[in-house]
């Protein structure tokens, strides 16, 4: 072929370059695993630790986890081949919501409550204004859920460092639509269709919205 634009199907036609044929594309793969606190978001490691690629045993595909949770931290991770979705989801033009059960040393006051609600002053900038509610309170701990849009490095936790709740234990419990539910600590599951698909409506309907002026 020598005219651009040339079309090809991959399911028909036999494509080569130079003679050497290309691998068809692999089949779309949605993964859901529920990160343990030790394991990095990755799929290797210089240093020679614990990787998400080492809990996806029987996985065949290659996937690739959709955001990060640092090494502290536990809970839902998205891993996919499908690289369009996989940018939606991460993207802050989007804003597609994550939500964290996160526990903090200390009582929170309404003060820091509000704080937290709209917005904190980091060194990468203010946060957002984000969804907090208190789950259970004792004197020197509590579980707080914390629903934000953003994908700061760390945010939660430089959050709660910020007004004085240093963080314990964060777990991420949604994505989105997408739930972790009851899965245990280091297993994972193939997203249903329905799951799927309403991961791929979220996107499409953030993205139908009008972006807000700037006047």
Request: one cysteine or more; proline letters at 8%; glycine letters at 8%.
């Amino acid at each position: 072929m020598t005219e651009l634009g040339t079309r090809a199907h991959p399911q028909r036609d036999r494509i080569a370059i130079d003679g050497k044929p290309l691998r068809a594309a692999a089949p779309p793969a949605y993964i859901v695993l529920n990160k343990p606190v030790g394991v990095m978001t990755t799929l290797a490691d210089p240093q020679g630790r614990p990787t998400v690629r080492d809990l996806l045993t029987g996985v065949r595909q290659r996937v690739f986890p959709v955001g990060r949770l640092d090494y502290h931290s536990a809970g839902l991770l998205l891993l996919t081949n499908d690289g369009e979705l996989a940018l939606r989801l991460t993207h802050p033009r989007y804003g597609v919501r994550k939500t964290y059960q996160v526990k903090v040393k200390g009582r929170p006051e309404p003060a820091q409550l509000a704080t937290l609600s709209k917005g904190v002053r980091l060194s990468d900038g203010m946060t957002a204004p984000a969804h907090v509610r208190v789950i259970a309170a004792r004197e020197r701990k509590a579980w707080l859920e914390i629903t934000l849009a953003e994908g700061k490095h760390r945010e939660v936790r430089r959050m709660c460092d910020a007004v004085g709740l240093p963080v314990e234990k964060l777990v991420r419990v949604a994505l989105g639509p997408l739930r972790l539910g009851k899965l245990p600590a280091g297993a994972w599951r193939y997203l249903d269709p329905d799951e799927i698909a309403n991961l791929r409506a979220t996107v499409r309907e953030r993205s139908a919205r009008p972006r807000p002026s700037r006047r």
